[in-house]
């Protein structure tokens, strides 16, 4: 679509991107008069991020290509603090090796997804330690501080709810929201960047930069908030009944990646085929129209075109065929995550289930023998009636089963603990 459509806003809320906007009209005029710059961002609290950042990746991605240039912001600074918005307790302390270790990880994830370098629209990847680092405590109070009253930041909901519950909100994390809005307004004159990104708990810190500039005297500025999504299930993305489900390979296999969107939920497809592929609207509506069995093949269509885009085309056709084979009853184990165990453990007692609670892959004992109750635990396609069994070196290379969709290969690793591995280490 050329970058002065004046209906890219309504194609992206037909799409499921937009939730709030702190002046829609005016953001619609100034999409139609030309490229913008605009912003999302990220802290460094982990070394990749998962899909409960590829709605806002996705948006990204859609702007850009319409001609807009994004501004991926990372806060190594503001990693240092924490946004209090709706958490209970304050984050871990990073130091700052971890948080130099997790920008590199996010950056890669990035570049999968919005085109980097020096053109026009190329995305740039910005750090706010480049400026915070530098800036005065009295300073910071006079040009950025003054602007607000503690009054009105005592009403915001992130806040508010916090102290509601009478937990400790301490004045670093309290200070958050104007250092967000102070990298709004520095984004603003360093590269004229005049929108925002974030998703809805964001709203509060999007408009207090939009105030700030206007306060400032600075250009007029816009924020744009994307709806908080939750699956049918009432889970926030990202999570699985596993964990996170990261978008760098050596965090989590393709394979297990592909299998994410493949078994979501039917009343899901739709909204996800929307957000996350780049299939034309009507292409999207005929697929979430399909029932029954036939809904399968929209699901295997959605995570085709996930995994591509997170870990490239080659690697969503290597999990569609290991996983139709598997399927079949004949699939290629060499496409499955391992299990990774010490050799010398073998014969000395170590059973599937303490590999299965070593690698994370059930959260208690109990658990396991619930699997084993239903019929679930398989070891090279036989069901086994104890978990405990002892496993020996003839083992080492055989798959195991968790339920219909999840398979791993045993393989030696010395030295380790039994740990779950994708091969990208």
Same mark, same amino acid.
């Given at each position: 679509?050329? =970058?002065?459509?004046?209906?890219?806003?309504?194609?992206?809320? =037909?799409?499921?991107?937009?939730?709030?906007?702190?002046?829609?009209?005016?953001?619609?005029?100034?999409?139609?008069?030309?490229? &913008?710059?605009?912003?999302?961002?990220?802290?460094?609290?982990?070394?990749?991020?998962?899909?409960?950042?590829?709605?806002?990746?996705?948006?990204?991605?859609?702007?850009?290509? =319409?001609?807009?240039?994004? &501004?991926?912001?990372?806060?190594?600074?503001?990693?240092?603090?924490?946004?209090?918005?709706?958490?209970?307790?304050?984050?871990?302390?990073?130091?700052?090796?971890?948080?130099?270790?997790n920008i590199a990880g996010i950056t890669g994830c990035f570049a999968r997804y919005i085109r980097l370098g020096d053109g026009p629209s190329d995305g740039l990847v910005v750090d706010n330690a480049d400026w915070l680092d530098g800036v005065g405590y009295l300073q910071f109070l006079n040009e950025v501080g003054r602007h607000f009253s503690i009054n009105r930041l005592l009403t915001f909901d992130a806040v508010r709810n916090r102290l509601d519950r009478e937990h400790s909100l301490s004045f670093q994390e309290f200070g958050y929201t104007l250092l967000q809005a102070h990298d709004f307004t520095e984004l603003a004159r360093r590269h004229d960047c005049t929108l925002q990104l974030g998703g809805a708990d964001q709203w509060a810190n999007i408009i207090n930069g939009v105030e700030l500039s206007r306060r400032q005297g600075g250009q007029p500025l816009f924020g744009l908030t994307m709806p908080l999504l939750t699956t049918r299930d009432g889970r926030k993305m990202g999570k699985s009944a596993q964990g996170a489900v990261w978008l760098n390979g050596d965090k989590l296999s393709p394979y297990d990646f592909w299998q994410f969107w493949r078994n979501c939920d039917d009343a899901d497809v739709g909204r996800f085929l929307a957000l996350f592929s780049e299939l034309p609207l009507d292409e999207v509506a005929r697929l979430a129209a399909l029932q029954g069995a036939a809904l399968n093949q929209a699901k295997i269509v959605l995570a085709n075109a996930a995994t591509a885009l997170a870990h490239g085309e080659e690697a969503a056709q290597a999990a569609a065929r290991a996983a139709a084979e598997l399927f079949a009853g004949n699939g290629d184990d060499a496409e499955l995550p391992t299990l990774e165990i010490d050799p010398e453990r073998l014969g000395h007692g170590l059973s599937l289930m303490t590999v299965l609670l070593e690698a994370g892959l059930q959260p208690s004992r109990g658990a396991v023998r619930r699997l084993v109750e239903g019929g679930g635990l398989r070891l090279n396609g036989e069901t086994l009636s104890d978990a405990d069994l002892p496993l020996q070196a003839e083992h080492l290379g055989a798959r195991v089963s968790l339920g219909k969709k999840r398979h791993f290969q045993l393989q030696a690793h010395r030295g380790a603990h039994a740990r779950m591995s994708t091969g990208a280490e």
């Open positions: 679509m050329p =970058a002065t459509s004046p209906d890219l806003l309504d194609q992206l809320d =037909a799409r499921g991107f937009v939730h709030q906007c702190t002046d829609l009209d005016g953001l619609r005029l100034r999409l139609s008069q030309g490229p &913008i710059t605009f912003y999302l961002g990220f802290d460094a609290t982990a070394d990749s991020l998962h899909v409960g950042h590829l709605q806002a990746l996705m948006l990204m991605r859609h702007l850009q290509r =319409a001609g807009h240039k994004p &501004i991926l912001l990372i806060g190594g600074a503001t990693t240092r603090i924490g946004d209090p918005s709706f958490r209970d307790s304050s984050r871990p302390v990073l130091t700052e090796a971890q948080i130099q270790h």
